[in-house]
Nanobody, 122 residues
């Protein structure tokens, strides 16, 4: 069993910054893509950014140039540095990981964190 634990959310004024972290724990596993999603009230969950184990990244157009995703493979941790925050970035942010168990790497499992609230005031 793999668990994802997020931290770093909070309340910030527009133009401010926050850094989210998500650490995966468990045993005998490896992680392919790690990503951050967000869900605002009344809206669908959307991809914010993703990063492969090799460091290739992908961003939603709405956050390009403001957010940076990174990961520490040795620590099974992914980060999201959020700068120039806007009120429309307010949402619950979820960490996601594509996990394979070393016993059978042909099957990938989708894991989610519990979510962390980010609120940007105007």
């Amino acid at each position: 069993q793999v668990q994802l634990v997020e931290s770093g959310g909070g309340l910030v004024q527009a133009g401010g910054s926050l850094r989210l972290s998500c650490a995966a724990s468990g045993s005998d596993f490896a992680i392919n893509v790690m990503g951050w999603y967000r869900q605002a009230p009344g809206k669908e969950r959307e991809l914010v950014a993703a990063i492969t184990s090799g460091g290739n990244t992908n961003y939603a157009d709405t956050v390009k140039g403001r957010f940076t995703i990174s990961r520490d493979n040795a620590k099974n941790t992914v980060y999201l540095q959020m700068n120039s925050l806007k009120p429309e970035d307010t949402a619950v942010y979820y960490c996601n990981a594509g996990v394979v168990l070393l016993a059978d790497v042909t099957i990938e499992y989708d894991y989610w964190g519990q979510g962390t609230q980010v609120t940007v005031s105007s």
